[in-house]
């Protein structure tokens, strides 16, 4: 998060943890790129109003220290942090990975019973990657398939003691420097072209894409919303556009 996405967490974070069945088992993180001190002071707060149970971090990195030579994000580096997760959290081996504008409306413990193995995250599928926004550069520079499985990376289970043994965000971080230009989806690039071929499936329900101008998605009884795209809900003029808002 940077303190752009301050607004969309809020949602994010209750939402979490008035559906998580006991948030004593939960430990969150969060990754905080130039946030103020009076901006976590916020966040702590809003746990303690949501009875919050568990432990709660507080990551801080520099995105544009750490990735400035990289495509942008209409001048914003935040999503890169992803990659960092494996060095910045030491206290676990295994992670739920979030973005910060999702309506989480199921359980989160649910992932407690999933099995990564010796693969290094699990997502949901999103589409055949000759439908993403990338997919000329996976499949001409990367070598895959058109029909290979693309993900979104908003959410992801991450097996963080395995990118420590194996070295992963090195891996991503010399794949990223020698392809600086064509991130076009930026770290979302990077992880479909390492790790399209080995990533495992989450239930389609962990991560439902919802556009401005679609209808509620009801793939499932409860589910992990997220508001994908522009205009989000809570943007300037989200309220008349986005048939998400009244649910946000």
Request: proline share 4%.
């Amino acid at each position: 998060i940077n303190r752009l996405a301050l607004i969309g967490l809020g949602v994010t974070v209750t939402s979490l943890i008035r559906n998580c069945a006991d948030t004593k088992k939960l430990k969150i993180f969060f990754l905080c790129a130039d946030l103020k001190e009076e901006d976590t002071q916020r966040l702590t707060l809003l746990l303690a109003d949501e009875k919050f149970k568990g432990q709660h971090f507080f990551k801080h990195f520099k995105p544009f220290v750490e990735f400035g030579n990289l495509c942008s994000l209409m001048g914003d580096w935040t999503a890169y942090g992803r990659l960092l997760l494996s060095d910045l959290i030491s206290e676990v081996d295994s992670i739920l990975y979030m973005d910060a504008d999702l309506v989480v409306e199921l359980d989160v413990l649910q992932v407690s019973n999933f099995d990564l193995g010796d693969h290094p995250i699990a997502a949901v599928y999103g589409s055949e990657i000759k439908h993403a926004l990338d997919h000329r550069f996976l499949i001409d520079y990367c070598q895959l398939t058109a029909e290979g499985t693309h993900f979104n990376s908003g959410i992801l289970l991450m097996n963080l003691s395995l990118w420590r043994t194996q070295k992963l965000k090195e891996v991503c971080l010399e794949f990223a420097n020698k392809y600086p230009d064509q991130l076009l989806s930026h770290d979302q690039t990077i992880l479909n072209a390492l790790f399209s071929k080995s990533i495992l499936l989450l239930p389609a329900a962990f991560n439902v894409p919802w556009c401005a101008f679609e209808p509620q998605p009801r793939i499932a009884e409860k589910l992990i919303l997220h508001f994908t795209g522009s205009p989000k809900p809570w943007d300037i003029g989200g309220k008349f556009i986005h048939n998400g808002y009244a649910k946000w």
